[in-house]
């Protein structure tokens, strides 16, 4: 394959923006109209994960070491979309007639052929990790709500019981789909450390506009069944071959993997000292409040610092989380974690840096495993390709 004409011709044709996507989907539910009912009714916010996913494959395409692990996981989490090995290539016929159709004289056969190479690379990886996964993990896991908590106008703590048990880490998040919004999943960070009972909690924000969260807080409840997708994202997980203080950087409902890894913290023989920041915009936003403060009094070795961003009369840190936290210590001696709304992220790791602390310290969550999901507020937007 010539790598370098084929990120070309894939810049030519992502110029094109959004009739790129049009295209492609016209194209294939034309050709297969049973592939229709894989996808949510509304196509409206399918467009920027099909470019993503294409720009980010073909970007590395020439070296697969690293994007291979995100080809694979792409494999196994689309056995939930009931993809399968005979529809791969129904999506190159697609793609092909797509450059096709954008390119135009540019089409040329020794460009056909680079990219039916570079499709069959990415197919192949991607077909062979989900016949894999068969038999070892199921395609996705069925959830009962066992609890549903208001914790204020637009913010749910769900406690959920997956069937059959559901391995994870502290730190991780996973995919979650309701009958009440069908084939569109979400992805949430789970709020707790692995328990005996094998129940989970998610912290749910009903952000404006969005069918899943919305449907999450205001009208699932007790006794429905949601479904779940596997775990994703290690970046967030604790490194357990540091031993250096924590500092936990947490915005709005960003606090749920944070309060995960404390939660494992406390399980342990020797756990390490933690100063959380949790921002806010006001006081009534601090959702999680009383168990917070529960664990620091059970808990010698945590200190939780409540910051509020709106609140001109708030006693106590006011501002934005990351500036409050470089006001109370340089943190140089420790290892920080950061999870909340991408702005507040990439405001942390940019001030985190500038004041010296090496950015291999520094963790956030990532959903490498699915590259293609639209960002809202915390939760990512997904369905198949």
């Not at 969260?213 to 997708?229: H, I, K, P, Q, Y």
């Not at 006693?315 to 934005?320: I, L, V, W």
Request: hydrophobic fraction near 45%.
């Amino acid at each position: 394959m010539d790598t370098e004409r084929l990120r070309a011709s894939w810049a030519t044709v992502a110029a094109y923006g959004t009739q790129v996507p049009q295209f492609f989907y016209a194209r294939l539910f034309l050709a297969h109209p049973e592939l229709r009912d894989m996808f949510p009714v509304s196509m409206a916010t399918q467009s920027d994960r099909l470019v993503a996913a294409l720009g980010r494959i073909v970007s590395e395409v020439d070296d697969l070491t690293d994007v291979t692990p995100v080809i694979q996981q792409l494999g196994r989490d689309h056995r939930r979309f009931q993809v399968r090995a005979e529809h791969y290539p129904f999506v190159g016929e697609a793609l092909l007639a797509t450059l096709q159709q954008f390119l135009g004289a540019d089409w040329t056969p020794e460009l056909a052929a680079d990219w039916t190479a570079a499709y069959t690379v990415v197919a192949t990886v991607m077909g062979d990790a989900a016949k894999a996964a068969e038999g070892v993990s199921p395609p996705w896991w069925q959830a009962e709500v066992v609890a549903h908590e208001r914790r204020g106008y637009d913010i749910a703590l769900l406690r959920l019981r997956p069937e059959p048990a559901y391995t994870y880490r502290a730190g991780q998040s996973m995919a979650v789909e309701t009958s009440i919004r069908p084939r569109l999943w979400r992805t949430y960070s789970i709020a707790n450390a692995p328990r005996a009972d094998g129940t989970l909690d998610l912290h749910i924000k009903a952000v404006p506009g969005g069918q899943v969260s919305n449907a999450l807080v205001n009208s699932v409840g007790t006794g429905d069944t949601l479904r779940l997708g596997a775990p994703v994202g290690a970046r967030l997980t604790l490194d357990r071959d540091s031993g250096r203080h924590l500092l936990l950087l947490a915005g709005g409902t960003g606090l749920a993997p944070l309060k995960a890894i404390l939660e494992q913290l406390a399980a342990a023989e020797q756990p390490r000292r933690v100063t959380l920041f949790t921002g806010a915009r006001t006081a009534a936003d601090l959702y999680d409040a009383p168990a917070l403060g529960r664990m620091e009094q059970q808990l010698p070795w945590l200190t939780v610092v409540p910051v509020l961003s709106h609140d001109p009369y708030h006693p106590g840190e006011r501002g934005m989380v990351t500036e409050a936290a470089l006001r109370h210590h340089n943190w140089l001696d420790h290892d920080v974690y950061a999870c909340g709304p991408d702005s507040m992220v990439s405001d942390a790791v940019a001030r985190l840096t500038a004041a010296g602390i090496p950015a291999d310290r520094i963790r956030t969550e990532d959903f490498e495993a699915e590259p293609y999901r639209a960002t809202t507020t915390r939760t990512r937007e997904v369905s198949a390709l």
